[in-house]
Each structure stands twice: as C-alpha cells, then as structure tokens.
C-alpha cells in the first residue's frame, strides 16, 4: 500500500489538467491486474514525463488560442511538432464508435465513413453546449485531446497517445459522451418505449460484452465516462467493473463505483477565469461570503427529496447584512455572468453539497481565487493525494455550519495574512482544473 501511494503522488504530481488523467488512469491499471498488467513495469521509475510538451512561453509569436469566437473555449491549434508517440507514457487504444455515440450527439456530421471530426481544422469541431451542460463536459476534452495525439501540427502534452492496434494498448478508451445523452435525450418522445439514451447504453452493453479486448479481463483495463451522476443508469450495472470517470460516488453503489479502481475529475467550471495578474486582493472584495445556487435537493430519479431553507443555512443569521450574499440562482438570465462578478468581489465562497456530495461551484470558486469553503462531509476531491487542499479551502462540518452564527464567526475571524496566503495559492493552482484543447504543460506543483 505504501508502495502504491508513492508511485501514485510521484507520477501525478508532475501533470496537469487533462494530461493527469490519463496517468491515474495507468496507476490504477497497473495495481488492479497485478504482473500481467499492460502497462510496462519502468512507469514506477518516472517522475517527469512532459519532455514532449511545447512551453508557449518559448513562442511568443503563437497565439495561446486562435480560436476567438469561432470554436470552442480554451482550443488552441499551433503549427509545431505533434506529440512523440515514443515518448509517451500511456497509449491508449479508442473504440471507433459511430458518431451517435460522441460528436454525432452535438449534431456533427461527417462524410460516408467518417467516424471522428478533423481536430486539425478547428471549423469541424462541433461546439459542446453551454451553461450547465458543460460542467459535465469531461468526455470531449478527453476525446479531443486523444484525436490529437495522432493529428499533424497539433502539440499537446506527451502522456497519453492513441494507438490503433489494440495489442499495443496499455487502456482502452470508450468514446460514448454519456452526460451529454442524458442531459439532452434521456426523455422518451413520442411513441418511442425508450430514451435514445438508454438504447445508446444497451448498444454499448451489447458492443463491449462481444470485443475480445472487454472479455480477457472483464473490462477492468476500460475506461468509460460516467461523469453526471444520472448518466450511464442502466448500463453501469454491466459495466461497472470499469475504471470509470465520475464526479463523485454519490449515487454509485460500493461494487460499481469506488475510489480503489475509479477516478474523480473535476467539473468544468462555468464562470469566467480570473487572471493572476488581475485577480482583487483582500481589500477589493467587498462581499465577505457569497453563494449562489439551488437551495433544492434532488434524489437520483430528479424528485425533491429536500429543501435548504435559507432559515436552516449558513447566510440566514446574516442576509440583512451587506457583507453576505446568499441568495437562489441558475445558469440562466445571466446567472453565470452574475456569478462570475460576484464570487470575483467576494473573499469566500460556499460550496454546500449539490444533490451529490460535490457542485460545480467549488470550481468556480477556485478560478475566481475565492476561498472555497466546503460543506460536504463526504466529498471526494480531485487529485486529493497531490493537493492539500487545506491550503486554499475551509472545511466546515455541516453540523457546525448550521449553528447559527458559527461560519459567519469563523470567517470573520480569518485574518488578511491567512487569507491572502490562501489567494495566493489559489492563483497557482487554478490553472491545474482548466480543461482545454489539446492539453498543454503548466507549472508543476510543489
């Protein structure tokens, strides 16, 4: 076990953003089929790995994103050298699905036979949906950024690279944008018996269960995208033995989902980024705590199972004071641009339980560099044996948070020093929950 975790901290603390997946996804491989693992026993030796990636630093005459108005956020094409497949350290084979399964859902459609858009051409790439779809948006940056390990001019950081022969493969990627099919096609219409997403998920059942490469070790080296807790309802039951990409454990049973073999990845975020350079110190935000979001529980089949009454919660002893936002709010109206400017002015912000342990809001506080304070007692965290998030967070029981007047006591007590030191650990590590297209390296953390 000792072992494992210091194999575990050593290979992730050298990635970012989506490049860190892919390595965790290798860990966990290796430690769940033993000596017969895929993936080649001197990973344990590595500890950098990124000798591939381009610093954009080192060309000043390439634009960071090219893209302005007309691709998706945070893409990014540049015309150097493309990833080293020799220099990789996870190849990873992709299942061509039909274009149903992926972009074919954001209405893409290629020429006769063509399973995969052009990620070379940024024109071709369908755009993801906005508001509060894209915090569930994991499967296309993974999928884009593996596309572009094996496009022409496209650099990327070098940790994973597509394969097309299966023999050669450390993992098995499975390209079904599940969040998607359950955000946009999970109602039956018409006269249909079922939901596109459903007959989706038993289409992928019946794919997986008949590939030689699912049945030599029961799926355990598959990776499958399962990152909205409703997404994936009825096929997780067959395929759970998986590594899937989740947001949480919140609505998984302990045999299908656990932190031993899956992975937790961060939401998107949906406010605006906050830049290092720019971001408000102590004394520019105003607001001393502020949350904006649902004040309803719902349980997995979307019925209200609790209210959170502003009465019962942290900012009721205080909403007459001017220093405390708590109030209801969606991600439409110009919710999130609301958002966006309040947590900027704001020295904390509330991430209280969502209908799962964890929300999108955490995410959003911490690229808006407002202290995050979390209410979740069982919450887990993305890349939590690399970050302390002590260091930039508050945790909160919500017992205490509860008692009337302990938060507000409590970050009131906080001090501008320790805030500030907080800020600023805030600004380093933003940029490690950024997904974008291709991935690229960052500052590594220390």
């Known amino acids: 076990m000792t072992?494992?975790?210091?194999?575990?901290?050593?290979?992730?603390?050298?990635?970012?953003?989506?490049?860190?997946?892919?390595?965790?996804?290798?860990?966990?491989?290796?430690?769940?089929?033993?000596?017969?693992?895929?993936?080649?026993?001197?990973?344990?030796?590595?500890?950098?790995?990124?000798s591939g990636s381009i610093d954009p630093k080192s060309h000043p005459s390439i634009p960071l994103n090219p893209c302005k108005e007309s691709c998706s956020e945070s893409m990014a094409i540049k015309p150097i050298a493309s990833c080293d497949p020799n220099q990789a350290l996870l190849k990873v084979f992709m299942y061509d699905l039909p274009p149903e399964?992926?972009?074919?859902?954001?209405?893409?459609?290629?020429?006769?036979?063509?399973?995969?858009?052009?990620?070379?051409?940024?024109?071709?790439?369908?755009?993801?949906?906005?508001?509060?779809?894209?915090?569930?948006?994991t499967e296309y940056w993974l999928t884009l950024d593996l596309?572009?390990?094996?496009?022409?001019?496209?650099?990327?950081?070098c940790t994973a690279f597509l394969v097309h022969n299966s023999s050669q493969a450390d993992i098995f990627f499975v390209p079904f944008f599940s969040s998607l099919s359950y955000n946009r096609h999970s109602k039956v219409q018409g006269m249909e018996k079922s939901?596109?997403?459903?007959?989706?998920?038993?289409?992928?059942?019946?794919y997986l269960m008949g590939r030689e490469e699912w049945k030599r070790f029961g799926g355990k080296d598959h990776l499958i995208m399962?990152?909205?807790?409703?997404?994936?309802?009825?096929?997780?039951?067959?395929?759970?033995?998986?590594?899937?990409?989740?947001?949480?454990?919140?609505?998984?049973?302990?045999e299908i989902a656990n932190i031993e073999k899956d992975v937790v990845a961060p939401y998107k975020h949906i406010v605006r980024t906050i830049d290092a350079e720019k971001s408000p110190p102590f004394e520019e935000r105003p607001t001393?705590?502020?949350?904006?979001?649902?004040?309803?529980?719902?349980?997995?089949?979307?019925?209200?199972?609790?209210?959170?009454?502003?009465?019962?919660?942290?900012?009721s002893s205080?909403?007459?004071?001017?220093?405390?936002?708590?109030?209801?709010?969606?991600?439409?109206?110009?919710?999130?641009?609301?958002?966006?400017?309040?947590?900027?002015a704001s020295k904390f912000c509330l991430n209280i339980a969502g209908d799962t342990p964890s929300s999108n809001r955490l995410f959003d506080a911490i690229v808006s560099h407002c202290v995050p304070v979390i209410i979740s007692d069982e919450i887990e965290l993305p890349y939590e044996d690399v970050l302390d998030y002590s260091k930039f967070s508050i945790f909160v029981r919500?017992?205490?948070?509860?008692?009337?007047?302990?938060?507000?006591?409590?970050?009131?007590?906080?001090?501008?020093?320790?805030?500030?030191?907080?800020?600023?650990?805030?600004?380093?590590?933003?940029?490690h929950f950024e997904y974008q297209y291709p991935s690229r390296p960052g500052v590594l953390w220390t």
């Open 226 to 254: 399962a990152h909205h807790p409703n997404s994936m309802l009825t096929a997780r039951w067959k395929l759970g033995s998986a590594m899937l990409v989740l947001a949480d454990f919140g609505r998984y049973s302990n």
């Open 398 to 431: 919500s017992s205490d948070a509860c008692k009337k007047g302990y938060l507000l006591n409590l970050l009131r007590g906080i001090e501008r020093e320790k805030w500030t030191e907080m800020w600023e650990k805030l600004k380093q590590i933003a940029p």
């Open 288 to 315: 001393l705590v502020y949350f904006q979001g649902a004040i309803y529980r719902k349980d997995a089949q979307g019925k209200t199972s609790k209210k959170w009454k502003i009465e019962e919660h942290p900012g």
């Open 147 to 157: 596309l572009s390990s094996v496009t022409p001019n496209v650099a990327r950081s």
């Open 318 to 344: 205080a909403r007459m004071k001017k220093d405390v936002h708590f109030t209801f709010g969606s991600a439409t109206g110009g919710g999130i641009r609301k958002a966006s400017t309040g947590m900027a």
């Open 101 to 137: 399964f992926h972009f074919g859902l954001l209405g893409w459609s290629g020429a006769p036979n063509q399973i995969w858009p052009d990620v070379g051409n940024l024109s071709e790439i369908p755009r993801y949906p906005g508001g509060l779809n894209l915090q569930h948006s």
């Open 195 to 206: 939901s596109t997403s459903d007959i989706l998920q038993d289409k992928l059942v019946e």
């Open 3 to 50: 072992e494992k975790r210091v194999f575990s901290s050593r290979l992730l603390s050298c990635l970012i953003a989506i490049s860190m997946f892919f390595l965790i996804l290798s860990c966990s491989l290796i430690f769940r089929i033993g000596d017969g693992s895929l993936v080649p026993r001197s990973i344990y030796k590595l500890i950098v790995v990124d």
